[in-house]
C-alpha cells in the first residue's frame, strides 16, 4: 500500500515556475514507478510525466523542455519541475504509483495508487 500527499500548487502568472511535490509512505516506495497526471475541467486525464523505478524519465508532449520530474527515492518524494507556465496549464495535477512490471506508464490505468491532487492556476 502506498499512500500520496500532493503539495506545491498554487496561482502563479504566465512564464512563472511551480515545483510540485508527492510524498509517499510506504517501505516499497522506491520499487514504484512515480508519474504525473493532470487533469482540467471538462477534459481527460492527461500524462504529464514519469520516473520509473529504474530512473528513467519520460514525459508528455506538453511537458517537453519545460517540466522536469525527478524522485528521491530517500526521502520518498517525486517532484515535479514545472518551468515557462502557460494558461493552458491550468488543471489539477496528482501523482501516482505504479507497481514493478507495470507498463505503458502514459496511462492512468497503470497506476495503483493516486493522491488527491494539487490545483495549478496559471492567469494570462
Known amino acids: 500500500q502506498v499512500q500520496l500527499v500532493e503539495s506545491g500548487g498554487g496561482l502563479v502568472q504566465a512564464g512563472g515556475s511551480l515545483r510540485l511535490s508527492c510524498a509517499a509512505s510506504?517501505?516499497?516506495?522506491?520499487?514504484?514507478?512515480m508519474g504525473w497526471f493532470r487533469q482540467a475541467p471538462g477534459k481527460e486525464r492527461e500524462f504529464v510525466a514519469v520516473a520509473s523505478r529504474s530512473g528513467t524519465l519520460y514525459y508528455g508532449d506538453s511537458a517537453k523542455g519545460r517540466f522536469t520530474i525527478s524522485r528521491d527515492n530517500a526521502k520518498n518524494t517525486v517532484y515535479l519541475q514545472m518551468n515557462s507556465l502557460k494558461p493552458e496549464d491550468t488543471a489539477v495535477y496528482s501523482c501516482a504509483a505504479a507497481p514493478l512490471g507495470r507498463g505503458m506508464l502514459a496511462v492512468p490505468t497503470s497506476y495503483d495508487f493516486w493522491g488527491q491532487g494539487t490545483q495549478v492556476t496559471v492567469s494570462s
Open positions: 510506504g517501505r516499497t516506495y522506491s520499487s514504484y514507478s
